[in-house]
């Protein structure tokens, strides 16, 4: 349950970027709004999907790179794709990462999150930040968000929970699947998984 979590908050926290606003910030402020609704909204509680995937596509989805995510979760087979392969295995990647945090949207109570203070300057284009999610019963979970500069502002490119990077983490699934069945393959079943109860990356145990 803790790692459910800790991988439904990794996927909310960075969202509503503001020009100019620290990376730390950043996830600090909307980590807190976003508690606050889930707190507040009894159908979000609840796992009312329509809801969830509301708030997803208000708070989170606009703020990701999720081409980069992709790229980097397909890893050196993305260069076998052609460009219509890369849209569809972006927007399947983009659906099971919202199916894997909607379906525990309900699990939150009293979570709260530690952002560690960041280091960037103005010419940093790249950068970690570090935090920790404070929960009742259990030890403190680390997530660290690898983010880049945009025009548009921070956005995330990869989560770390625990020490596990979630790309990292179905890069050898997706190198699998494309062993097995090419670009082509690995499509087909993202989007089988998608019409399936979605089931997130497992991270190690921690030490």
Known sequence: MF??????LALLLPAAAVAQEAPDALVK????????????????QSGNLTKVVELAEQKV???????????????????QAND???QALIKEFRT????????SLSAYRNQTIDVKPSRVTAQDKDTIVKTAIIQQG????????????MDSGWKVYDV???GASLVTTYRGTFNDQVQRGGIDG?????????????????????K
């Open 29 to 44: 402020r909307v980590a807190d709004e976003v508690l606050a609704v889930i707190k507040a909204d009894k159908d979000v």
């Open 160 to 162: 770390v929970i625990e």
């Open 96 to 103: 099971l990462l919202v199916r894997t945090y909607s379906s």
């Open 138 to 149: 259990g030890p403190p979970i680390s997530i660290d968000y690898s983010m880049e500069k």
């Open 3 to 8: 790692r459910i979590v800790a991988t439904c």
């Open 84 to 86: 219509a392969q890369k």
């Open 186 to 206: 690995l499509i087909k079943t993202l989007q089988e998984r998608n019409r399936r109860a979605p089931e997130p990356p497992k991270a190690p145990a921690k």
């Open 61 to 79: 989805l606009p703020h990701f790179d999720f081409e980069r995510m992709t790229r980097l979760a397909v890893g050196r087979n993305w260069s």
